[in-house]
C-alpha cells in the first residue's frame, strides 16, 4: 500500500480495478481547506490519460509490473510468438495485446513483455532498430532547401519518412517510439 503522499513519478498503482503508472503528481495546499494531491495517471493497459486528486492520506494498492526480456520468434497470421530466453519456454500473444509495436521489430531480436499478475498486457520493442530500406523513391536534386522528407518502406514492412539524401539498400536507424527516422548506418 502506498498513500497519495509518497507518490512519486513512475510509481504504478492498482486504482478503481485498473492499472495505473503517475505520469504527473502535484501536492497542493490551499490557504483554505485540507490539501490534496493532484495527479495524471496513464492507464497501462488501454493507454488513456486521466486526471485525479487524492487527499494525502488516502491509500492505493501499488501494482507489482513483470517485464521480462523475450525473443520475438515469427507471426503466423494472428498470433505472435516469443521465446523466454532463459527457460526457452514459448508464448503466443494475440494481435490486440501486440497492437502496432512490433511494426519496426524484425523476427529474433528481443522486446520487453510486460505482465502484471501473470496477464501479458504490452510488448515493448528495443528503443531503436536499424532496419533495411527495401522500397524507396529517388530524391530530386534541388529540392534540399527545405530540409524535405520523402516515403520509404524498409524490410518489416512499415513506411516513414526519410531525408531525400537516403536510397534504397541504405540500413537506418529508427527511433520505434515515434517511429521517426534518426541517421544512416
Given amino acids: 500500500m502506498i498513500s497519495a503522499g509518497e507518490f512519486r513519478n513512475g510509481v504504478t498503482i492498482e486504482y478503481e480495478g485498473n492499472i495505473y503508472q503517475i505520469i504527473e503528481f502535484q501536492h497542493v495546499k490551499p490557504g483554505k481547506g485540507a490539501a490534496f494531491v493532484r495527479t495524471k495517471l496513464k492507464n497501462i493497459k488501454s493507454g488513456g490519460v486521466v486526471e485525479k486528486t487524492f487527499r494525502p492520506t488516502e491509500k492505493c494498492e501499488t501494482a507489482h509490473i513483470d517485464r521480462k526480456d523475450m525473443q520475438y520468434l515469427y507471426n503466423d497470421g494472428e498470433l505472435y510468438n516469443f521465446m523466454d530466453n532463459e527457460t526457452y519456454e514459448q ?92 541517421s544512416r548506418v
Avoid at 108 to 122: D, L, P, R
Wanted: hydrophobic residues 35%.
Fill in 91 to 182: 508464448i503466443a500473444l494475440n494481435k490486440d495485446v501486440v497492437g502496432d509495436s512490433l511494426k519496426f521489430v524484425k523476427e529474433n531480436e528481443n522486446c520487453k513483455i510486460a505482465s502484471y499478475k501473470g496477464q501479458v498486457f504490452s510488448v515493448e520493442p528495443p528503443l531503436f532498430v536499424e532496419l533495411l530500406i527495401t522500397e524507396c523513391e529517388p530524391g530530386v536534386k534541388g529540392d534540399t532547401a527545405t530540409g524535405a522528407t520523402k516515403p520509404c518502406t524498409v524490410e518489416t514492412g512499415a513506411t516513414l519518412n526519410v531525408p531525400l539524401f537516403v536510397n534504397q539498400g541504405d540500413t537506418i536507424k529508427i527511433d520505434t517510439r515515434t517511429g521517426e527516422y534518426l
